[in-house]
Each structure stands twice: as structure tokens, then as C-alpha cells.
């Protein structure tokens, strides 16, 4: 496949836009809710951020290419100006119809696909590309959910990136704000930056609205801090609205890549690393849970049923039925 050459600015339309800090771009269709669909399941206000007010860049960073008055007023798409709050984004990740519904009524208004949880309760094995139909039909499912969905499509899939720009229109039109697409690959090598790269731009390409996050697994792989530099900046310019370092929890490593970034930078949160207040201080923008949850919900099973068994309490702070089926009702609502 010839690769044309697509440069997506996601910042092109900051300086026209400076004269109107409320300019917002019109949503997706999705955002309103299916017709006719219950009122939980409508979003709510969906163009909201926190403080009602464009996002004030942090001294010293480039990653919003900030006027001289250090504001910055662009339209953003509701997800994206999540990433632009004076504290990150702290997004939790869902497997399942439950898992996204619980965390939605806590008060998250963004969530994650983890492609680890939706494999592992499929049967499936996670970074394999086996999970491609399992993606997609949990997306639908989610994507009219009262809250803004992002979705973990692994590599996107393909090594195709015509199917991998389908794919992301397909998550787009079943109401997903957000895809993940990272450069690990199933042999536990990493896919060629411009390969890569051609995959970000094409999807830019066939769906400008869709928050696309670039991933580099090059810290779980051991590679250099100059590798990893030299990745996010081809997969910037290619045209990520946000680039993802899992593994990455040096302090150090992740002040000299938000020093350098345009694009907001996302890392995993790990118990063992720096905590979200120590993560904002560094420029992080956006801090995943990963398949953290799910790893836990597994744990809190085998805990329980092991505590049944040798006479020990069990916790007495697991949810009710009548609180589970209360999100399955949701569920049924909408359909």
C-alpha cells in the first residue's frame, strides 16, 4: 500500500479561534443517545469540562502550543478537553456492560476498554488480534452509555491501515470518542515507526473527530528513552491527539518527554509509582488503570470463594443484587 502523506494539526484551528473561547465543535450524532432511548443512558451535558473554561497550559510545556497569554481556545471535542484540565484525566477501564455501568455511576465521565479484560473473558488471548468481533460488539454496547467511551483496539487489527482507518469509523459510528491503537506486536516485537504512523494518519484521515492515542510499548520492551522520543514524535506528526507510554514511571523520563511533547502524554498508573497529584506536577495529561481493575475483580473472586471455603469472612462491602441488577436494567432500557 503506497503511503500518502497526511499531516492532521489538531492545533490548526487555535489561532481562529482565539476571539471565541466558547467555540465547540458540534458533537458526534451519538452523543445525544439512540431516539428514543432512556434518559440513563443520555448524555448529559456532554460538552461540559470541569471548570467551564478553556484549559490553562502549564509554564514550561509545549504540549498546547499555547499563545503568549498561556490560553488556549480551540474547539475541542468533549473527550479531548478532558485531556486539558488542571488535573489529569484519570481514565478507569471496562470489560464488560457492569463494569462500565458501575464506574460510570461513581462519577467517571470517560472510560476505557482494557483489551487484556475483554480477551481474558472471551477466551481469548490479549495482543493476539483475535479479538477484533468481541471489540467492536462491546463498543456498540457501550458506546450510547452515559459517559464518553474510548477504545483499546490493540494494533488496530491489521497491518493494514485502510482496514485499520474502517475499523476506527466503525468504533466511531457505534459512539466511541476515543481508540487506543498501540505499536506492540503479537511476536513481541514493536510494528516500524513509519507502519505505525501510517495507521495513526489514516485513520485522521477517515475520522478527524475520533481521539486517536498512540501507543508505544517501547518501555515493556526494554528499548531506550531516545526510542521511545523518536516514536511519539513520527507518531505526533503523523497526527495523534495524545500518545501513551505504558511501563514509563521514571520520573525523570517522563519530564523530559512532556518538556518536549505537543500532544498530551498518557501513562499507566501503577501502586508502585508516582501518585496522580506527583503525575500532574510532571505534565502528565491522562493516566490509564489498564487491565488493573479486571486483575483486581479476579483477585476479589478467588479471595472470596477461597474465604467460603476455609471458614474466613467475606467482604462485606460487595455489591448487592439489586444494585447489580440495577445496571443490567440499564442495559435493557436502551436496547
Known amino acids: 500500500m503506497t503511503r500518502t502523506t497526511h499531516r492532521f494539526d489538531p492545533y490548526a484551528d487555535v489561532r481562529a479561534a482565539l476571539a471565541d473561547p466558547a ?13 428514543g432511548a432512556s434518559g440513563a443512558w443520555l448524555r448529559a451535558d456532554v460538552a461540559r469540562s470541569s471548570s467551564g473554561e478553556p484549559p490553562r497550559v502549564r509554564p514550561g510545556r509545549r504540549h498546547a502550543l499555547a499563545p503568549a497569554d498561556g490560553l488556549l481556545r480551540r474547539p475541542l471535542t468533549p473527550f479531548a478537553r478532558l485531556h486539558h484540565q488542571p488535573t489529569p484525566l484519570l481514565l478507569p477501564n471496562a470489560w464488560d456492560h457492569a463494569s462500565a455501568a458501575a464506574l460510570a455511576a461513581h462519577g467517571f465521565e470517560a472510560i476505557g476498554t482494557t483489551s487484556l479484560g475483554v480477551a481474558a473473558a472471551a477466551g481469548l488471548p490479549d495482543g493476539a488480534a483475535a479479538t477484533l468481533d468481541t471489540t467492536v460488539a462491546l463498543a456498540r454496547r457501550l458506546g450510547q ?10 494494533g488496530g487489527f491489521s497491518d493494514d491501515s485502510a482496514d485499520v482507518a474502517a475499523l476506527a469509523r466503525e468504533l466511531y459510528d457505534a459512539g466511541a470518542a476515543g481508540i487506543n491503537l498501540e505499536d506492540g506486536r503479537p511476536d513481541g516485537t514493536l510494528a516500524p515507526v513509519d507502519s505505525h504512523a ?8 477517515a475520522v478527524p473527530g475520533l481521539f486517536v492515542n498512540a501507543r508505544t510499548d517501547t518501555h515493556w520492551l526494554d528499548r531506550e528513552q531516545e526510542e521511545t522520543a523518536t516514536r511519539l514524535a513520527s507518531y505526533e506528526q503523523a497526527g495523534a491527539d495524545g500518545v501513551f507510554v505504558p511501563g514509563l514511571s521514571d520520573p525523570d523520563g517522563i519530564a523530559a518527554l512532556t518538556a518536549t511533547l505537543v500532544v498530551p502524554l498518557n501513562v499507566l498508573y501503577t501502586p508502585t509509582g508516582p501518585t496522580l497529584a506527583e503525575l500532574a506536577a510532571l505534565g502528565v495529561r491522562r493516566v490509564s488503570l489498564g487491565s488493573l481493575l479486571y486483575r483486581s475483580a479476579l483477585a476479589a473472586a478467588v479471595t472470596t470463594a477461597t474465604a467460603v471455603r476455609d471458614g474466613r469472612p467475606t467482604d462485606p462491602n460487595a455489591l448487592s443484587y439489586a444494585e447489580v441488577q440495577r445496571y443490567s436494567e440499564v442495559q435493557r432500557d436502551s436496547d
Open 145 to 154: 452509555g452515559p459517559f464518553l467511551l474510548t477504545v483499546d483496539a490493540e
Open 23 to 35: 467555540l465547540v465543535p458540534e458533537p458526534h450524532a451519538a452523543d445525544a443517545g439512540p431516539a
Open 198 to 205: 501510517a495507521k495513526i494518519a489514516a485513520v485522521k484521515a
